[in-house]
């Protein structure tokens, strides 16, 4: 099936670097989605984005958070500057259409801020 | 903002067992609702989704949704080793560009040879 890859799968960085963790969507995806998954908790959305624009973002996307997606690319979440509480996996999706279209997700990127 | 409720937490099953997971939601004019499998290490996999009242059957799986009561259940028949995972239950929001699914904390189960 469609797959979507994650690089790295595990970052390492001292609190108050900046990171960014990349994402290469399905090749025809139109949408791309950012989740959070904190040990042991459910999975949360963080942001939404299409065409190029951030359409919805929850209340866990702080100020530090940013997304962007260059020349087509691949869709990237940078933290600048990270903070302890931003460690846990975080999942990339995409999807061909908006309404009713099925999430194909990326195996996450675990980050571990120190 | 929806709310996604799973149970049981973890569930232990032999192999060939029928497996009943359940799901309930906050929102009766929530729009689909997603199941979604993921094995350690990977991502979550879509397997089954619902939009309507009633049932739908796909191959070993078959999910009922009742509206009225905020509930949906996962049904998958005749388990496998291979089915151990957590299931993700997920309710879709918003249209077009503000699509998105809720999750819940997910059922771990575990079936045994």
């Known amino acids: 099936g469609p797959k979507v890859l994650q690089i790295p799968s595990h970052q390492i960085i001292d609190m108050g670097q900046m990171v960014t963790l990349n994402c290469d969507p399905v090749s025809n995806h139109l949408y791309f989605y950012w989740y959070k998954q904190i040990l042991g908790q459910q999975m949360e959305f963080l942001v939404n984005?299409?065409?190029?624009?951030?359409?919805?973002k929850s209340k866990l996307f702080k100020d530090q958070f940013s997304v962007e997606r260059p020349d087509g690319s691949y869709f990237t979440l940078k933290i600048q500057p990270t903070a302890l509480e931003d460690s846990a996996v975080y999942f990339c999706a995409s999807s061909l259409e908006g309404s009713q279209n099925t999430l194909y997700f990326g195996a996450g990127t675990r980050l571990s801020v120190l | 903002q929806e709310k996604v409720q799973q149970s049981p937490e973890s569930l232990i099953v032999p192999e060939g067992a029928m497996v009943s997971l359940n799901c309930s939601f906050s929102d009766s004019a929530s729009q689909s609702i997603w199941w979604y499998q993921q094995h350690p290490g990977k991502g979550p996999k879509a397997l089954i989704s619902i939009f309507s009242n009633g049932n739908k059957k796909e191959g070993r799986l078959t999910v009922y949704l009742n509206r009225a009561s905020l509930h949906v259940s996962l049904h998958i028949k005749d388990s496998q080793p291979s089915d151990s995972a957590v299931y993700l239950c997920a309710v879709s929001e918003g249209g077009g560009s503000n699509y998105k699914l809720t999750f819940g904390k997910g059922t771990l189960l575990t079936v045994t040879p």
């Open positions: 984005f299409y065409n190029g624009k951030v359409m919805e």
